[in-house]
């Protein structure tokens, strides 16, 4: 397994199909051997709750990758819009900032 930090540059497609290239981080990245299982985690230590549209960047970040298991950690909780999504997925876990000492 691989785990750390990843950032860099990435390129993406515009609705016209031109390309552009911008500046891209993962809070956590992890792999197993073959390259098949991600661990994507991403960490927001704001005073708003973790929304849906924090959720859809995340993903989008990885687009490619066969199987991902989104772990999302948050200082202010998560939007019920989220929760509701994470109920209903089995690869995406909440970990809110007071069960990180519990």
């Given amino acids: 397994m691989v785990a750390g930090r990843w950032w860099g540059k990435v390129t993406?497609?515009?609705?016209?199909?031109?390309?552009?290239?911008?500046?891209?981080?993962?809070?956590?990245?992890?792999?197993?051997?073959?390259?098949?299982?991600?661990?994507?985690?991403?960490?927001?230590?704001?005073?708003?709750?973790?929304?849906?549209?924090?959720l859809k960047k995340v993903v989008q970040k990885y687009p490619t990758v066969e199987k991902a298991y989104y772990y999302l950690f948050s200082l202010s909780g998560f939007t019920d819009a989220v929760k509701e999504l994470a109920e209903k997925s089995k690869n995406i876990y909440l970990i809110d900032f007071t069960e990180l000492f519990n």
Avoid at 22 to 31: F, M, V
Avoid at 39 to 53: H, R, V
């Fill in 12 to 54: 993406e497609k515009e609705n016209d199909g031109t390309f552009y290239t911008k500046s891209e981080e993962i809070d956590i990245l992890a792999t197993d051997k073959n390259k098949k299982n991600y661990i994507i985690g991403e960490c927001k230590f704001t005073n708003a709750p973790f929304d849906l549209g924090q």
